[in-house]
């Protein structure tokens, strides 16, 4: 009898026997057979679509490529929602701020990241291709703005009619006049109860020297006026210059990563078309690419036949980019082979983080997660840097570099919502540099690092310096002299102060980096009862007398939480630690000392008092001596204690209660 073994075997056997026979045989199906083949043809054999139609009788003469810039919460978004109505784009009366894309910006109401469209809009019985990119209105995204404004010709400089010209208005002026971008004036808003559109006209008038009759008045929530702001587009703004005859370049603007399709590029093509199928390389890395499609945003990904000079659209490669650091933003792309006639464009100034936090995850066992969730997040967020760290007291985690602080409480939420990660944040730091006695000069991101010596006690180093920021706020002349003091109070130094109307006035300071990112745009809010607005860029680095401070729990130091704060202010923040690290600490079977050390000096301590017996209890009419030689008795037990068990034992939640905001 034959074993279960031989069996299978003999009817395997058989099976591939039969199969290799071809018996029996299985006719061959056509449609799988050219499935291969069709897949692979070139997308020029396939129908032409109507939107692809009507694009392609567009000629370069009738693109506009334009961005709206404003300041934060003036209706950038939502004056985007009314163009791409009133375009056919998108069907009226669906999704508010169909451009953040973001669950953290539809909560917040911000935008975080720039998001584009492509339009068709007829004007005059001419069709005109209009490519609109909504931008972020914070001082933290202006790197977004800037790349913006390679893509576009022109700008609308949108200001809200009821709060009228603020910081970051007047920063994207100066940044699209420098560019040489042709600006439309928008005032929004203008059905509210409080607007003053004639007083928005003009300071227009008076700090840009924009002709306040060019100006179109809307109100974006309602589409009062909207309908006008297209054809002042078309009437201001040229049309982009270009070549489709000449050898392809294209710039890369900004991308994003799919987990289908690997990095999908948003590029300006400046000269000649790119279809699927074309081969071409990077001036900055120098890898090749097969294209593997194209299109437009209008306003989700809309694939086409090509693009072609003058046009702001999207590709991916097949096979695809895997790695977003091989998409450098600013980079120029053209066809394999012409890498000698085109001439690569000057690109971007890639932004440098200026705030840096330490994270750690709540549970240790979270922390390959928590890894993951923060590499997903980084690919599309080029801008963050990461650097792996330990803490004896919270275990393994990480440093994490951002533009500001508004960037920072964006990635902590997205990493939350997103992800459902629990993390214990840092307060924010800054970097700061160390001249060295042989000449050398070095960044420090993390206080850990430190130099030991004290300021000014000759150490290996000559100075230390720290980074300054030169700060523009706008405000009401009522406020003038809170928001002096509040500058003056954080290291500041006046620079300008002028008045662009009666009751009106921009301030200009320079103030250190470790001040502004400590909660200063949240107190200037709060002395102006929010009329303040506020915007920054990078000063220089100067000569500082900073020292860095420490929290100790029994003589041992708590690593994660030190910081480096100029020496003026070690001692008010050293009392501030020690009071607010009490009231989270348990207590012991023995005494818990906690002190605020700034270089050698221990500027705050409190106590925390052991648990005690009374001893004494027992004792009712004892001599004195009988009552010191129980007391002296338990203080000896104490020592012991102390000796045996070690360090403090703190519980995690003492961590996160104490640095929590």
Not at 27 to 45: L, Y
Not at 233 to 257: C, N, Q, R
Request: with cysteine; glycine share 8%.
């Amino acid at each position: 009898m034959r074993s279960w073994s031989q069996r299978i075997y003999k009817s395997g056997a058989l099976c591939s026997r039969r199969y290799f026979l071809g018996v029996p045989k299985i006719p061959p199906n056509p449609w799988i057979s050219n499935f291969s083949a069709s897949h692979r043809r070139n997308a020029s054999s396939q129908p032409m679509g109507d939107l692809e139609r009507r694009i392609s009788d567009i000629p370069l003469e009738r693109f506009r490529n334009f961005c709206i810039v404003a300041h934060v919460d003036h209706g950038k978004s939502t004056l985007s929602d009314r163009l791409l109505e009133l375009t056919g784009t998108i069907a009226p009366g669906g999704n508010k701020q169909i451009l953040d894309k973001l669950d953290v910006e539809r909560e917040r109401g911000i935008t975080v990241k720039a998001q584009t469209c492509s339009m068709i809009y007829n004007y005059k019985d001419q069709d005109y291709l209009l490519h609109l990119v909504d931008t972020p209105g914070h001082v933290d995204f202006r790197a977004e703005v800037s790349r913006s404004y390679a893509s576009c010709g022109g700008a609308l400089l949108l200001v809200d009619a009821s709060q009228g010209i603020q910081a970051q208005t007047v920063a994207n002026f100066y940044l699209a006049f420098a560019q040489g971008l042709h600006l439309v004036p928008i005032v929004n808003k203008v059905d509210l109860p409080s607007a003053e559109p004639a007083r928005a006209l003009e300071q227009m008038k008076d700090t840009f020297e924009l002709d306040p009759t060019k100006a179109v008045l809307v109100s974006a929530k309602t589409g009062l006026g909207v309908e006008a702001v297209l054809p002042a587009v078309i009437e201001a703004v040229p049309a982009p210059i270009g070549d489709h005859l000449k050898p392809l370049k294209l710039l890369l603007v900004d991308s994003w990563y799919s987990n289908y399709k690997g990095v999908i590029l948003l590029v300006r093509i400046f000269d000649g078309q790119i279809k699927a199928g074309d081969h071409v390389t990077s001036f900055a890395t120098g890898l090749r690419y097969i294209v593997g499609e194209v299109g437009i945003m209008y306003p989700g990904q809309t694939p086409q036949k090509s693009l072609r000079a003058g046009q702001v659209g999207y590709i991916y490669f097949n096979p695809g980019m895997k790695r977003s650091q091989e998409a450098k933003v600013g980079d120029t792309y053209t066809t394999v082979g012409a890498e000698k006639q085109v001439e690569p464009l000057p690109g971007f100034e890639e932004p440098k983080a200026m705030v840096f936090v330490a994270a750690f995850p709540v549970d240790q066992g979270d922390y390959p997660h928590l890894e993951d969730s923060i590499n997903q997040i980084m690919l599309n967020d080029r801008s963050v840097t990461l650097q792996k760290e330990s803490s004896d007291a919270l275990g393994a985690g990480w440093r994490l570099g951002f533009l500001g602080t508004l960037h920072c409480s964006v990635f902590e939420d997205r990493l939350r919502q997103e992800h459902g990660a629990s993390i214990i944040i840092t307060p924010p730091t800054v970097p700061f540099k160390v001249v060295w006695k042989d000449g050398r000069e070095e960044i420090i991101s993390n206080p850990a690092n430190f130099p030991n010596q004290e300021s000014g006690k000759g150490g290996p180093y000559l100075d230390l310096q720290e980074p300054y920021v030169s700060v523009t706020i706008a405000l009401p002349e009522e406020y003038l002299g809170k928001v002096i003091e509040l500058c003056e109070s954080n290291r500041g130094e006046q620079k300008e102060l002028q008045f662009f109307t009666a009751t009106q006035v921009i301030l200009k300071y320079d103030l250190p980096l470790a001040q502004l990112v400590d909660d200063f745009f949240g107190k200037l809010k709060s002395l102006s009862k929010g009329y303040a607005s506020l915007d920054h860029e990078e000063s220089d680095w100067r000569k500082s007398n900073i020292i860095k401070l420490q929290l100790l729990v029994n003589k041992e130091p708590i690593d994660a939480v030190a910081r480096v704060v100029h020496y003026s202010q070690a001692e008010r923040l050293g009392r501030q630690w020690v009071t607010k690290f009490k009231q989270h600490v348990d207590r012991q079977m023995y005494e818990v000392v906690i002190q605020a050390v700034a270089g050698r000096r221990i500027v705050a301590r409190e106590t925390i008092k052991p648990f005690r017996k009374d001893v004494l209890s027992k004792l009712h009419a004892s001599d004195v001596s009988r009552r010191r030689k129980l007391l002296e008795k338990q203080k000896e037990g104490r020592k012991k204690l102390t000796a045996v068990a070690g360090n403090v034992s703190i519980d995690q939640k003492a961590f996160q209660s104490f640095l929590a905001k």
